[in-house]
């Protein structure tokens, strides 16, 4: 059940073929993480960018910028998450248009208050509060 959130700069997020990144991406972040269920993401186009020459303005000289975010159930080595981190940069240059950009990745522990609604274990009641449901 990962979470994975994407920001892409404007200019590549328009030349980024998204449905085959996040077809490639999910099994890869499943299979290295352990996880098990589906995997939760969220790509979102950020108009601005500012950094490697591109101004705020979006005027040109950058190559553009992606950063890919992991969250994951807590109990995962340092290691483990470093070695997801390297998997994932390396499928997003691959997948990026010439000229490269410059990427990231965090791979990060989601925080003891975390909860999702519905699960596989609650229906789907609405209204209902959580400390009702068996």
């Excluded at 390396?90 to 248009?97: F, K």
Aim: charged fraction near 25%.
């Amino acid at each position: 059940m990962p979470h994975l959130t994407i920001d892409c700069s404007a200019p590549l997020a328009d030349a980024l073929d998204r449905a085959a990144l996040i077809e490639e991406l999910h099994p890869l972040v499943l299979a290295d993480s352990g996880s098990t269920g589906v995997c939760k993401t969220v790509f979102r186009r950020a108009e601005t960018y500012v950094g490697d020459g591109a101004d705020a303005d979006g005027g040109s000289g950058g190559s553009g910028f992606v950063h890919v975010e992991v969250g994951l159930m807590p109990g995962r080595s340092e290691a483990l998450k470093a070695r997801l981190s390297e998997h994932i940069l390396s499928l997003l240059v691959a997948r990026l248009p010439a000229g490269g950009a410059t990427c990231s990745v965090e791979v990060r522990d989601l925080a003891g208050s975390y909860r999702l609604f519905p699960t596989a274990r609650s229906p789907r009641r609405r209204g209902e509060p959580v400390s009702a449901r068996p």
